[in-house]
């Protein structure tokens, strides 16, 4: 316990000690968790759908926070040809980051507040006290490029030997990775960061809010997103399917049309207002 930074030599629990132990004596160590009706927090008659406090060892919180999260995220799949792949709401490795990063890096000195996990029909916002421990904020910097800083050296340090975050300062990174391999991932599906003197908030897209809900909408639109000028026949081939088959089905959105002729020609994607 001493070596690790826990308990001082007269055998008392640190800060960091105190709040690892299972039955954690500080009042700081909370987490709010809720499940909005809507956009925001003015859902109707009907606020929350599900919340839920949790307080104890920082451990407990990220566990008891992730199972919040996949008991109010849905999933969607589509058939290939050997098994299925999987589309959820939110990115497991996303959260997860995001979670221990607030949990590890919030300022314990600030009473009165908690970490706060809100999931909005088209979001989830992670919130933690403290903002930019340089007194920057994120919103004018490029999170890819930000050195790592730990407010909380030995919690960050546990956290590191239980296996929940690395040394080498990658979440931001994380966050952005895990979702840019999803099906559903467009630059309006990239989370981002906001920061003052005294919050840190991640917010997350819900990767499968306001997309078309027929699964070859999507496959088709994330292949035009990347290659504007890609033929039907390539799409086709892409998908499984004929050719016949993409036509028609492109006929009928109607976000979607051909700018132009022959090998000229590119897709464009309507964007709604």
Request: hydrophobic content about 35%.
């Amino acid at each position: 316990m001493i070596s690790f930074g826990l308990a001082n030599e007269q055998g008392y629990l640190t800060n960091a000690g105190a709040l690892i132990v299972d039955e954690s004596p500080t009042m700081c160590s909370r987490l709010f968790c809720t499940r909005w009706n809507g956009l925001n927090k003015r859902g109707g008659i009907i606020d929350a759908f599900d919340d839920a406090e949790y307080s104890g060892s920082v451990i407990s919180l990220i566990d008891n926070g992730e199972a919040f999260i996949k008991r109010n995220a849905k999933k969607m799949w589509r058939k290939t040809a050997n098994s299925r792949e999987e589309m959820p709401e939110y990115v497991e490795r996303s959260y997860h980051e995001a979670l221990v990063n607030a949990i590890a890096h919030r300022d314990y000195l600030i009473y009165g507040s908690e970490v706060h996990i809100d999931i909005f029909d088209d979001r989830m916002e992670i919130y933690s006290l403290g903002g930019m421990p340089d007194g920057s904020v994120i919103q004018e910097r490029d999170p890819l490029m930000v050195p790592s800083t730990r407010r909380n050296p030995v919690l960050a340090d546990i956290f590191n030997r239980l296996g929940y975050m690395e040394r080498k300062g990658s979440g931001f990174g994380k966050i952005i990775g895990g979702y840019e391999f999803q099906i559903n991932y467009d630059e309006s599906k990239k989370p981002s960061f906001r920061s003052d003197r005294y919050q840190f908030t991640v917010i997350m897209p819900n990767l499968n809010y306001d997309v078309p809900q027929d699964l070859m909408d999507v496959q088709i639109i994330k292949l035009i997103r990347n290659d504007k000028k890609i033929s039907t026949e390539k799409i086709a081939d892409v998908l499984g399917v004929s050719t016949k088959t993409v036509k028609r089905h492109i006929k009928k959105m109607n976000n979607v049309r051909y700018v132009g002729s022959g090998y000229s020609g590119y897709w464009e994607i309507k964007v709604e207002k």
